[in-house]
């Protein structure tokens, strides 16, 4: 079902029992929870909170990290908890170059090998695994995937029910094969992801995102595309900005209902 | 002739002609000037000095802002200025979105059709004009030229001798493409920069550059590759960084031919 989702750490100052509770009042059918947010309550609490409220889990933030020495244990509780909450994706965040290096070749390399290494515990545990390509301006510290093509070549070799790919306009909007790579990854998109491109960037690059509508993506154009390409599921809008945390959490949900209307009035309404 | 120039930008507190003097002293043989240092002491002056330092101009920075309403006149004058001062290339940096606007199409199709109308005049004042795809982070407000395959698409219709790319390590060292464009632009790289990817961004993404070995580019396997496709012209440091402006400007050119070196040394000698 094409519906909106909050990615959580759009309220990041919220506990996970008061986004759900915020979802909940506000109509919201489906919520993107994170990992540090599931722990301050416990991952058997955040279950029976979350399945109390009958949210869609939308997506669990986040595995990957391949760089991390103790990568292989870490995913794998990030599956542990994705299949406790019923998410219908782990995303995967791939991590970047393992500091002092700078072979990018072999960091790539090593993101393979280690959505390789997850693909049989995930299926096991009936968990989707989601790769998420990450904007260019994140490859050194991130994540060295930075283009959809690129994390359909990696997940490509499995089966599209046990791995996809997660799109997040942030990371994909000024790619100029954006229109082919999406094209291709037909049943591959496990998650959809919006929030919009502003300038100037914040010191660090991590907290400048918009709401939906505040920047220069034409995000009903991409979203009309994805739907296209066959997803028909919630779309998150996942803002990590310090003036949208400081803001008021009821005024955030009602711009971000606002700001995703033109958005999701682009899913066919024959998929609906 | 494969050798270290300067970028003026890197020792952006100098005038005109105390960055070339410092060339001379510390026996760097090419320059890549500024239009903004060039203006400060006029043309004719500005000529005459170079042309009695004996050094190579590299490149002149730079024409394009397609996205401007003056583009055409403007890079005119880009162009005569190129012509004077018998640079080897106009770099073209070919602007971003038109304010308020979301059609990235639009903004690329009007590049293309603004290079389209500068050839003619380009090819009669005998100036190379050079496209120099931006990194991805640009694409609003800089460049929405952001891939090195992109630029190609766009300098392919037009004769190499007049029109080639220029290719910057900070813009293109994360392109999982590299490898594949680099090959392609065979004959087309009018102008190859370096300078370091360094985190974190400081606030407004521009000035965080890094000195040749301060960062995670591989800049010596990327030299290869671009010496490899047949470029044998000058090898610019250009480095936009307040810290390396507020250094002392000798110990910068210190810094810059050491972390140059493992780059020169890739020069295959046979071409050299």
Same mark, same amino acid.
């Given at each position: *079902?094409?519906?909106?989702?909050l990615n959580q750490v759009t309220l990041n100052r919220l506990?996970?029992?008061?986004?759900?509770?915020?979802? $909940?009042?506000?109509?919201?059918? /489906?919520?993107?929870?994170? $990992?540090?947010?599931?722990?301050? %309550?416990?991952?058997?609490?955040?279950?029976?909170?979350?399945?109390?409220?009958? #949210?869609?889990?939308?997506?669990?933030?986040?595995?990957?990290?391949?760089?991390?020495?103790?990568?292989?244990?870490?995913?794998? $509780?990030?599956? &542990?908890?994705?299949?406790?909450?019923?998410?219908?994706?782990?995303?995967? %965040?791939?991590?970047?170059?393992?500091?002092?290096?700078?072979?990018?070749? /072999?960091?790539?390399?090593?993101?393979?090998?280690?959505?390789?290494?997850?693909?049989?515990?995930?299926? &096991?545990?009936?968990?989707?695994?989601? %790769?998420?390509?990450?904007?260019? *301006?994140?490859? @050194?510290?991130?994540?060295?995937?930075?283009?959809?093509?690129?994390?359909?070549? #990696?997940?490509?070799?499995?089966?599209?029910?046990?791995?996809?790919?997660?799109?997040?306009?942030y990371?994909?909007?000024?790619?100029? *094969?954006? &229109?082919?790579?999406?094209?291709? @990854?037909?049943?591959?998109?496990? /998650?959809?992801?919006i929030d919009d491109w502003i300038v100037p960037l914040p010191a660090g690059a991590l907290l400048g995102r918009g709401l939906p509508g505040e920047g220069s993506i &034409? #995000?009903?154009?991409?979203?009309?595309?994805?739907?296209?390409?066959?997803?028909?599921?919630?779309?998150?809008v996942e803002v990590m900005n310090e003036r949208v945390w400081d803001a008021d959490p009821i005024a955030t949900i009602e711009a971000m #209902?606002r700001g995703?209307?033109?958005?999701? @009035? $682009?899913?066919?309404?024959?998929?609906?």
């Amino acid at each position: *079902m094409i519906c909106l989702s909050l990615n959580q750490v759009t309220l990041n100052r919220l506990s996970l029992p008061a986004a759900v509770d915020l979802c $909940r009042s506000a109509g919201v059918p /489906a919520i993107g929870v994170w $990992r540090e947010k599931v722990a301050e %309550v416990g991952l058997s609490e955040a279950t029976r909170i979350l399945e109390a409220s009958g #949210l869609i889990v939308s997506s669990v933030c986040r595995g990957g990290q391949f760089h991390e020495p103790d990568a292989v244990a870490e995913n794998r $509780r990030a599956i &542990d908890e994705a299949a406790a909450l019923g998410a219908r994706v782990l995303v995967l %965040v791939c991590g970047g170059l393992p500091p002092g290096s700078r072979d990018l070749g /072999a960091a790539r390399a090593r993101v393979g090998a280690g959505i390789e290494e997850l693909v049989p515990y995930a299926v &096991d545990k009936g968990v989707r695994l989601g %790769v998420e390509p990450l904007h260019p *301006m994140y490859c @050194a510290d991130r994540s060295v995937v930075s283009t959809l093509s690129q994390a359909l070549d #990696l997940v490509e070799p499995f089966p599209s029910e046990h791995v996809g790919v997660v799109v997040d306009t942030y990371h994909v909007w000024w790619d100029p *094969m954006l &229109d082919e790579s999406l094209e291709r @990854a037909r049943g591959r998109i496990a /998650a959809f992801h919006i929030d919009d491109w502003i300038v100037p960037l914040p010191a660090g690059a991590l907290l400048g995102r918009g709401l939906p509508g505040e920047g220069s993506i &034409d #995000l009903a154009g991409i979203a009309a595309k994805v739907f296209s390409a066959g997803y028909d599921g919630p779309v998150e809008v996942e803002v990590m900005n310090e003036r949208v945390w400081d803001a008021d959490p009821i005024a955030t949900i009602e711009a971000m #209902l606002r700001g995703s209307e033109p958005v999701l @009035a $682009r899913a066919d309404p024959v998929v609906v």
